[in-house]
């Protein structure tokens, strides 16, 4: 009879290819042969709990052709967490909004802990966890691990943070009146026509979607720049797809468009608005058209229009990037975005699980570049700068016009 050193080095080199239901059988096995205080050895030899080899001798004494191939019996297993500790999910997005820069309960989304910390930060919670498991619940709230990315504007601007944090109390206390609040960018340049998408879709096998084996088309070949409205209150965007250029005047033109189609609907009696966007591209900071165009749109619509930028660098961290624009590529993957009817009906039927509602146009205006808005001109844009960073944060009212 074999002793327990010799079932342990046994034991040792069969568990590796073994999955759970063979172990168990294997283990009871082993004690059966033992005789009386076989199941005490083979549990101090295997590391398998004595409760775990009973049930495995009865599984054999049963017959092993009653467990129909499962490795368990239908039920059993850890249940899943969310099951056993239902307000683990919030607890965890409270510390990641902890962690966002600037305002612990930021509209900003974006981690700096590792997962071994938010674990530690949650057992101190009263919801003890893995690490590991933390990294599952990450994945099912839609963040991923990414590392740093590179930008043209160099270093951090030293009030970055404290712009994040002023972003967040405008935001937060807009939303508290019920004011509408927009994120606003231009997503990337699009190719229209028969090219590659990134990401894959599912399709017969060995049947793909046959493309252009380049992407190096001629001037002449279209092209479409969605302008995205992101509602922070209402979960809804609104893309406009231009398909002439990407001007301060398109940009305005788009939150027009919105306005009217959405905006006037959702907040009939508002007289204010807040729009986050980026310190770049058609609505940057600097951008003289974009602030002119602003101040017609403040006139016509009686709105007063607040702007707050996002400090040099930290684009990504507009909330449109992550609460749309991700959405509608994980949408189209795959698509070769032939023609604009295409990519309209691609976008406007993105959605998510937490009911994001897309509504998108076509817009064929043409719209100049490189026009220039005089000094004289900035002098009649009615407009109030906050005397934290007035280039990034300031109100342009409408203005009482004579006749």
Not at 28 to 44: D, H, I, K, M, N
Not at 171 to 190: G, R, W
Not at 370 to 388: L, T, V, Y
Request: proline residues 4%; hydrophobic residues 35%.
């Amino acid at each position: 009879m074999k002793n327990v050193e010799d079932l342990k080095q046994q034991f040792h080199v069969l568990w590796s290819v073994l999955d759970e239901r063979a172990r168990r059988i294997t283990a009871a096995t082993e004690a059966l042969s033992f005789g009386y205080g076989g199941v005490s050895s083979v549990s101090r030899a295997s590391g398998l709990s004595r409760q775990t080899i009973t049930q495995g001798i009865r599984e054999i004494k049963a017959g092993l052709s009653d467990i129909s191939g499962r490795v368990r019996h239908h039920g059993a297993g850890r249940k899943s967490i969310a099951i056993s500790d239902p307000n683990i999910l919030s607890a965890l997005e409270k510390i990641i909004d902890c962690q966002t820069r600037g305002d612990p309960q930021s509209p900003l989304r974006w981690i700096c802990k590792s997962t071994r910390a938010i674990a530690c930060a949650l057992g101190k919670k009263k919801h003890p966890v893995s690490h590991t498991k933390v990294a599952q619940m990450l994945h099912e709230l839609n963040y991923s691990l990414q590392s740093n990315r590179k930008t043209e504007e160099g270093e951090d601007h030293p009030d970055r943070d404290a712009q994040f944090r002023h972003i967040n109390a405008s935001v937060k206390k807009y939303l508290a009146q019920n004011f509408p609040v927009i994120s606003v960018d231009t997503k990337k340049k699009e190719l229209v026509g028969n090219y590659a998408n990134d990401g894959q879709q599912w399709l017969p096998a060995k049947e793909p979607v046959k493309v252009q084996g380049h992407n190096f088309p001629n001037p002449e070949v279209p092209r479409a720049y969605p302008y995205g409205i992101y509602d922070f209150g209402r979960n809804s965007g609104f893309v406009n797809i231009g398909t002439d250029h990407d001007t301060g005047e398109f940009a305005v033109a788009s939150i027009r468009g919105w306005w009217r189609a959405e905006g006037i609907k959702l907040y009939p009696k508002t007289r204010e608005l807040l729009i986050t966007a980026d310190g770049g591209g058609s609505n940057g900071s600097r951008l003289r058209i974009w602030k002119f165009e602003l101040q017609k749109l403040a006139d016509q619509t009686g709105l007063s229009i607040s702007v707050c930028h996002f400090p040099p660098g930290t684009s990504k961290w507009n909330k449109i990037e992550h609460r749309l624009f991700s959405f509608i590529t994980s949408n189209w993957r795959g698509e070769p975005l032939r023609d604009y009817e295409t990519i309209v009906k691609l976008i406007a039927n993105t959605t998510t699980a937490k009911g994001l509602k897309v509504k998108c146009r076509l817009d064929r205006r043409k719209y100049a570049t490189g026009r220039k808005i005089s000094d004289e001109e900035m002098k009649q844009i009615n407009i109030a700068r906050n005397k934290f960073h007035g280039e990034w944060n300031y109100t342009i009212k409408p203005r009482v016009l004579n006749g």
